[in-house]
């Protein structure tokens, strides 16, 4: 496996939704990370989303979900510690696929 992560800046944010869609169409699944409650990140959860694409919801304890199609699985994590074990956890399901 390969992650794959935007390329973002903050000097001069941009966005290219056909390279965006190419890149989910090329990606196997998706770790989709809702904590802060980005809009750009539930933007592009839906790209996934409707593009059929195994989408794994993680989020920061505390975090309001708003809305997409799994709202009711998404792991949650207390610190770092935990985020990794969650990353690790999904990993390890997906390698199994």
């Known amino acids: 496996m390969v992650a ?9 944010p941009s966005f290219d939704l ?3 869609i190419q890149d989910l169409k090329g990606a196997s699944f998706v770790i989709a990370d809702l904590s802060l409650e980005r809009p750009s990140c539930y933007y592009e959860l839906g790209l ?3 593009l059929r694409k195994r989408v794994h ?9 708003h809305q997409n ?3 009711d699985n998404v792991l949650f994590f207390d610190d770092l ?9 999904i990993l390890l399901k ?4």
Do not use: C, M, W
């Open 94 to 97: 997906e390698s199994k696929k």
């Open 69 to 71: 199609a799994a709202r």
């Open 48 to 50: 996934a989303e409707a």
């Open 4 to 12: 794959h992560f935007p390329n973002y800046s903050t000097v001069k």
């Open 18 to 20: 056909n390279s965006t």
């Open 81 to 89: 510690i935990q985020f990794e074990a969650v990353i690790d956890a």
């Open 57 to 65: 919801l993680i989020a920061q304890a505390g975090t309001d979900i």
